[in-house]
C-alpha cells in the first residue's frame, strides 16, 4: 500500500487524477465510517473487561458513550493551522499591541490573543462566543468596518484563499484575493504589523476550496509593504521563504503547504 501511494505521488497526472475523484466522492462518504465501525467491536470488548473487573462503578447500559476513535499512536494534530497559530501568536506577543484586530482566523487563536490584549474579531460569520477583551464583529474583508490607516496590528491565517470562491457564503469574485489584499491595506497604518497566510506552491484554483499561490505573486499584492518575517510549513519541515526557494520545488508540488508572512506597512 505504502508503495503505490509513492508510486502515485510520484506520478503527478495520475495524483492529480486520484486526487479529483477523491475529492468529488468525499462529500457522500461517512467520515472513517469502517474504522468506527471496528472500532465498535473493541469497545464492547472493554465494556465487558472493564466491568468485570473489581472495583467497577455500577453499569448502566443508558451511561455508555462509545468514543471509538481516539486509539492513535499520537494526538492527531492539524500541522498548517498549529505552526502558523503559534508562530503568529508568538509574535503578537512579542510586539504587545494594545489593540489587535483579526480576520477569520481560528477560533482558539482569537480566543487566545482575548487574555494577551484588547481583540476584535471580524467575520462573515461572526463567533457566537462572548470572553473579556473580546468584540465579535459581522464583516466583510472586502468592507472592513474600519477608517483608512486605523489598524496596527492586523492578522488573518489562511483566509485570503478563500475570498470570491462562494465557500462560507460570500459573493462570486475571481479578484477576490487581490481586493482582500488592497483593504487590509488601507486600515493598516503606517508601521503596523500584518500576519497572513495562505496556501503556497504552482498558481492554480482547487474550486470552490482554495486558491494556491506562487509566493513572489502573494508578496506582491502587497504593495508598498516589507516582507520582516516568513514561515513555510511543510509536510515534513517548516522553513523559511529563502529556504524554501533552495528545494527542489517539484517534489513539493502535490501537498499542500502553507505560507506565513509578516509584514510591515511602510
Known sequence: MHGLKTYIRRNRR??????FLFNMVLPLYPPEFFKALGGYFRFGRDVVRYFCMEGAEPFNLLNLRPLVKDWTNVTPV???????DTWAAG???KDAPEFH????STVLFVGILSKITRICSVDVRPLPVRLENLECREGSILELPFEDGEIFSL?????????GL?????????LGTCKAAQELSRVLGEGGNLYVSAPIGE?????????????????????GFEVVDTLFILNDRVCTMDEYTKFNK????????????????R
Open 155 to 163: 492578522s488573518s491565517l489562511c483566509v485570503l484563499e478563500h475570498i
Open 14 to 19: 495520475l495524483y492529480k487524477l486520484c486526487a
Open 203 to 223: 498558481s492554480s484554483i482547487y474550486f470552490n476550496a482554495y486558491r494556491v499561490f506562487e509566493p513572489e505573486n502573494f508578496v506582491s499584492m502587497f504593495r
Open 91 to 93: 509574535k503578537i506577543i
Open 78 to 84: 492539524n500541522e498548517n493551522y498549529f505552526y502558523q
Open 250 to 265: 517539484p517534489s513539493y508540488n502535490n501537498r499542500v503547504i502553507v505560507g506565513c508572512f509578516h509584514f510591515v506597512k
Open 101 to 104: 484586530v483579526d480576520i477569520g
Open 166 to 174: 462562494g465557500r462560507y457564503g460570500d459573493s462570486l469574485d475571481p
